[in-house]
């Protein structure tokens, strides 16, 4: 397969995130991910995020711009994105934004969905919309036909929990498009870093 796309992983899309706002070596990627909770959305663990890093040097995604030594630690070797990095980012959230069989991935692209442009983020979320009331749909007939044959309900427990679920999704997701398609919804990367992040990215090197 040559589609450097389809091979990333969650934790990739993560990790090609964060170079997309500035260098970064492994330990600081490490440190912000943990200090943004982003251990909600992917593991992290140091074998696998230098394991990440390293596919993603080898598929041309990311690139070594320097080596540094402080005192006695270890050396770190500072990564950059590629132009091909960012744009596999932007395809990838494309990608699973209007799935609904992979929930892990549709967390990680709707962190990462201020990337694409405000229109194209509504047409692949009304898109995912109408994925999702389409399952509920076909989950509440075949509740209500299992019910009509006898199943007994106890055996129906998880299909509620389904359904409620998806009526959940449903409903914030009629809440939330009209606040993105509204012009005064800030939308993309702040032109300046705010101060939280500029600490947050001290307190990594650290």
Do not use: C
Not at 16 to 39: K, Q, V
Not at 93 to 118: K, M, N, Q, S, W
Not at 148 to 162: F, H, N, T
């Amino acid at each position: 397969m040559n589609d450097p796309v389809a091979r990333l992983t969650p934790l990739g899309v993560a990790v090609l995130a964060l170079l997309s706002e500035g260098d970064m070596h492994p330990y600081e990627m490490i440190r912000l991910m943990h200090f943004r909770r982003d251990d909600r959305l992917v593991t992290i663990t140091n074998g696998t995020v230098y394991h990440t890093v390293g596919r993603l040097e080898r598929a041309g995604l990311i690139a070594e711009v320097g080596v540094d030594r402080d005192g006695n630690r270890p050396e770190r070797t500072t990564y950059t994105q590629t132009d091909a990095g960012a744009a596999a980012v932007l395809e990838w959230v494309r990608r699973e934004l209007p799935r609904v069989d992979r929930p892990a991935e549709f967390r990680v692209a709707l962190a990462e969905v201020h990337g694409l442009d405000r229109d194209e983020a509504i047409e692949l979320l009304r898109a995912r919309r109408a994925a999702l009331a389409a399952s509920l749909e076909s989950l509440e007939d075949g509740h209500r036909h299992a019910l009509d044959k006898g199943v007994p309900e106890q055996y129906l427990i998880e299909i509620g929990r389904e359904a409620a679920l998806l009526h959940a999704e449903l409903a914030w997701m009629d809440a939330m498009l009209p606040r993105i398609a509204d012009p005064d919804f800030a939308w993309g990367r702040d032109e300046a870093p705010s101060e939280r992040y500029l600490a947050q990215r001290k307190a990594a090197r650290q």
